[in-house]
């Protein structure tokens, strides 16, 4: 089974994530979306995401999304995000995969994110250092990669290729 992993990567942490799954899952091809679409038709199981930004994909995983709709509805797809409110994971599938995506995904995964204000620039910097002292005693612990996530989407790309 070919397996393609294709994401976009802003600051660094959906890139980081798309690596952590490549090790667990092995043999696979990794592309990120802002540099070059990869031929989606070669693949057989494709893993595609990035960041949440303002409630939104970032525009490589949009346009993507949107250019290759017709081939993503053949094949088997499973989807992440990176996003530091897992609470709002529901409304962000809803609000940036089609309806006719979401009916045939195999998955949906929520990698958690980062707030690395040393990688941070301009306006991203001074959000993200709001939200750390706006988080500070609030009991809401700031982002972090959850890598159980990252487990249980190899996990299920395992039972997929299991099945075939």
Do not use: W
């Not at 070059?36 to 960041?51: A, C, H, R």
């Not at 939104?56 to 290759?68: D, G, H, N, Q, S």
């Not at 301009?122 to 005693?137: H, K, L, P, Y």
């Amino acid at each position: 089974m070919k397996i393609l992993i294709a994401y976009h990567s802003k600051n660094g942490t959906s890139e980081k994530c798309a690596r952590l799954l490549l090790k667990q899952v092995g043999d696979a091809d990794l592309a990120d979306l802002k540099k070059k679409t990869p031929g989606f038709e070669s693949y057989d199981l494709i893993v595609i995401g990035g960041s949440i930004r303002m409630g939104m994909y970032t525009r490589p995983v949009r346009k993507a999304l949107k250019k290759y709709e017709e081939v993503l509805q053949q094949k088997k797809v499973i989807y992440f995000i990176n996003c530091a409110f897992p609470e709002n994971r529901e409304k962000y599938y809803k609000d940036n995969i089609s309806e006719k995506l979401r009916k045939r995904m195999l998955g949906c995964f929520n990698f958690g994110g980062e707030m690395d204000l040393a990688r941070l620039t301009g306006s991203d910097r001074m959000i993200a250092a709001t939200v750390a002292r706006q988080s500070q005693g609030s009991g809401h612990p700031l982002a972090s990669i959850d890598e159980r996530a990252i487990e249980q989407c190899a996990g299920r790309i395992a039972a997929i290729k299991e099945n075939i």
